[in-house]
């Protein structure tokens, strides 16, 4: 009895070790100095190292924003932790399986890329044109009588009140010119 005790205490406190574990994240971003923003508040500009939680439980989505840049909102990518995995396998059982929410850290090092908003060259520009365009994109949206004007990888909607609204050029299903 006293011997089945030890183990268990051995193994609990091997448990707590397990599961109160964190990655320090390195973050960059190609430009670097974007503002990145973690649990709804702006940690420091990029390239920056960050204290994440190994567990599966904990919010991995970020937000990267620079000036003259689209934001990216994305995931601090995980990786199977083979030590924990091998730990769980062979005392698992011991844990109550709690350590098995641990086998996922984040990756040690994060890159992000931001793409530059795309401008529109005068040539291409809509001014002078009436609000007559639709467009309809491959998830059934519709934006009518409007502008619209084609870049290389984007299409620049301008509705009739509001901003222009900068769509991928995949994400688009139809363009209809008007008169």
Request: hydrophobic residues 40%; charged residues 25%; proline residues 6%.
């Amino acid at each position: 009895m006293k011997k089945t005790v030890s183990i268990l205490l051995i193994f609990s406190i091997l448990n707590a070790v397990a599961v109160n574990c964190s990655t320090m994240v390195k973050i960059t971003s190609e430009p670097p100095d974007a503002e990145l923003t973690y649990k709804g508040r702006m940690v420091g500009k990029t390239p920056l190292e960050m204290e994440m939680s190994d567990s599966l439980f904990e919010e991995t989505k970020i937000t990267l924003k620079k000036e003259g840049y689209q934001t990216r909102d994305t995931f601090i990518e995980r990786r199977v932790s083979t030590g924990m995995l091998i730990f769980n396998v062979l005392f698992g059982i011991f844990t109550l399986m709690i350590s098995w929410l641990y086998v996922a850290p984040p990756k040690e090092y994060q890159n992000f890329v931001l793409y530059k908003v795309p401008e529109v060259k005068p040539e291409t520009a809509v001014t002078g044109r009436a609000f007559t365009d639709t467009v309809i994109l491959k998830n059934g949206q519709r934006y009518e009588n409007c502008r619209a004007a084609v870049t290389a990888d984007s299409v620049i909607v301008t509705p009739r009140e509001g901003s222009p609204i900068i769509l991928p050029k995949s994400s688009v299903d139809q363009l209809i010119r008007g008169q």
